[in-house]
């Protein structure tokens, strides 16, 4: 199915205490323009998010933002130096002793000193929250390809329709043409038989000089080409593949074929004609840009 470029994508869900928020979006760019916005710890898993969403995004600019809170602080412990805590006591004890003192010592008393109580960090998971992180993104691009699917509907529906207006027109190109060589005709005949008088008009003169003119309006081959690639753009349309490329690409040679045939009319009919296909064109090329 034809994509939109554009489109809007988010997730939020609780995975192994993690509460977890991504968000995708993206517009139009010629390629695959990836950027991840992640918790600065969590930075080794920007190159893995940018290989999951480029497996169902191949062309655009691509925004991702992940959150991650971490509801319990299973990531952190609280460590005792006892040998240095065992030392504060004794020391302490020496003190009430020696002097006749008299306190009662409390751990918060022994937390309060230098180095008594570290805090450690342990080792992330990587694995295991890369894998919470993917499962809610996919969720978030899931959404977002959805919207995408929807738009790329739309965009599909109004190239078609215009690709059959641009038939319709081609379709009275061909006629008009084929109209201006007999009017062509009967008006060099008149002339001839306006200058000659009596004198017998060369058949021969005629049919050759109407040959010459036929040929130099000819717009045969420049319709049957634009047909051609209506239907090449059509049969892409239909597919599933990533077109936008190939599609700009067919919409250049539409309109060659379309400037071609408006440089050789020689009826203003039909040159109003060939304008409103190239307004057509033009309107089509406009649409694909937003095609994945």
């Known amino acids: 199915m034809i994509r939109s470029m554009t489109g809007y994508g988010r997730a939020q869900s609780t995975v192994d205490n993690m509460e977890i928020t991504a968000e995708i979006r993206a517009v139009n760019h010629r390629y695959f323009e990836f950027t991840c916005r992640v918790p600065r710890q969590f930075g080794f898993l920007e190159d893995k998010l940018k290989a999951l969403v480029n497996k169902s995004v191949s062309r655009g600019k691509v925004e991702v933002y992940v959150s991650v809170n971490m509801l319990e602080s299973e990531a952190t412990e609280v460590v005792v130096n006892h040998p240095l805590a065992k030392a504060y006591v004794d020391a302490l004890n020496e003190l009430n002793q020696t002097y006749g003192l008299v306190d009662r010592l409390s751990a918060n008393d022994i937390a309060r000193y230098p180095d008594v109580l570290s805090v450690r960090k342990n080792e992330e998971d990587e694995e295991k929250i890369y894998n919470a992180v993917a499962g809610v993104l996919s969720e978030a691009v899931a959404a977002f390809v959805n919207m995408r699917e929807i738009e ?10 215009r690709c059959n207006t641009i038939l319709s027109a081609v379709d009275v190109v061909e006629e008009k043409s084929a109209e201006t060589v007999v009017a062509y005709r009967e008006r060099l005949e008149n002339k001839m038989r306006e200058l000659l008088g009596d004198v017998k008009v ?4 005629l049919l050759t000089e109407t040959a010459i003119f036929a040929d130099k309006i000819a717009v045969d081959e420049e319709t049957v080409r634009l047909r051609s690639h209506i239907d ?5 349309l239909s ?4 077109v936008g490329r190939k ?3 067919l919409v250049q040679e539409m309109n060659r074929e379309a400037n071609t045939t408006g440089s050789k009319s020689a009826n203003v009919e039909i040159t109003r ?7 057509e064109i033009e309107k089509i090329r406009e649409q694909i840009q937003n095609i994945e």
């Open 239 to 242: 597919g599933d593949a990533a």
């Open 232 to 236: 090449q753009l059509k049969e892409m």
């Open 202 to 205: 060369d058949e021969q003169r």
């Open 152 to 161: 790329g509907k739309r965009l599909c529906d109004d190239v078609i329709s």
């Open 273 to 279: 004609i060939v304008v409103d296909i190239k307004s």
């Open 247 to 249: 599609l700009d690409f």
